[in-house]
């Protein structure tokens, strides 16, 4: 089974600062993606950005880039240029792309901005 | 407006007691997930759907049951079988193919009292 693992329970950054969230994962499987949602204290999920495996681009939404690293199986979350908006929990999530479309989330990392 | 609607948004129960929650979409979305939510734990699956009339347990389906009778309705009832029921509840929807995004309800509080 895949196991997702986000190793910083919490996370504080200055504002306008430059904050990064780490995620790994387990799998053995070649063909999945992988996303990055924040929930903040609405606790509305919204997704941030998303990864094919295949691709070996770093995906970028903006303000939010990411660091794949396959062999690694790391996926880490870059966030410049931090806004107070930007304070929420965020979640990492894999989906394997083979049968049933299932998310498997990591723990959490709760990220506070200081203004 | 398109999305998931979750009701209620907060929710009482006495032990022993069984309780619904409700999740619709009009995303015209073939699956739909029920997750469930603690400090510190992520989201973890409970139930999942793919189509109408046809669901499968997730990694805590315990002390739950579902039903997919249409295609925009998933409801969750949690059963005075689970033994620790309190815990915020997402239900999600998506669309099949490569990469599509999960869309969330804003989510049921579940308080056993």
């Known amino acids: 089974a895949q196991t997702v693992t986000q190793s910083q329970p919490e996370m504080s950054v200055q504002e306008a600062e430059t904050v990064t969230l780490s995620c790994t994962y387990d799998?053995?499987?070649?063909?999945?993606?992988l996303f990055w949602y924040k929930q903040p204290p609405s606790r509305q999920m919204i997704l941030v950005i998303r990864?094919?495996?295949?691709?070996?681009q770093n995906a970028t939404e903006n303000r939010f880039s990411v660091n794949f690293q396959k062999a690694a199986k790391s996926f880490s979350l870059k966030i410049s240029d931090s806004q107070l908006g930007d304070a929420a929990m965020y979640f990492c999530?894999?989906?394997?792309?083979?049968?049933?479309?299932?998310?498997?989330f990591g723990q959490g990392t709760r990220l506070t901005i200081n203004p | 407006d398109g999305g998931i609607t979750q009701s209620p948004k907060y929710l009482f129960r006495k032990e022993g007691q069984n309780v619904t929650l409700s999740c619709e979409q009009n995303?015209?979305?073939?699956?739909m997930y029920w997750y469930r939510q603690d400090p510190g734990q992520g989201l973890r699956l409970i139930y999942y759907?793919?189509?109408?009339?046809?669901?499968q347990k997730g990694d805590i389906a315990e002390g739950y049951s579902v039903s997919r009778e249409k295609k925009e309705s998933f409801p969750l009832t949690v059963t005075s079988a689970q033994k620790n029921p309190t815990a915020f509840y997402l239900c999600?929807?998506?669309?099949?193919?490569?990469?599509?995004?999960?869309?969330f309800g804003q989510g049921t509080r579940l308080t056993v009292v």
């Open positions: 999600a929807s998506s669309q099949q193919g490569r990469g599509t995004e999960a869309f």
């Open positions: 799998t053995s499987e070649s063909d999945y993606y």
């Open positions: 990864q094919e495996a295949y691709k070996q």
């Open positions: 999530a894999y989906r394997s792309e083979l049968g049933a479309q299932k998310l498997v």
């Open positions: 995303l015209n979305h073939d699956a």
């Open positions: 759907s793919q189509i109408v009339n046809d669901f």
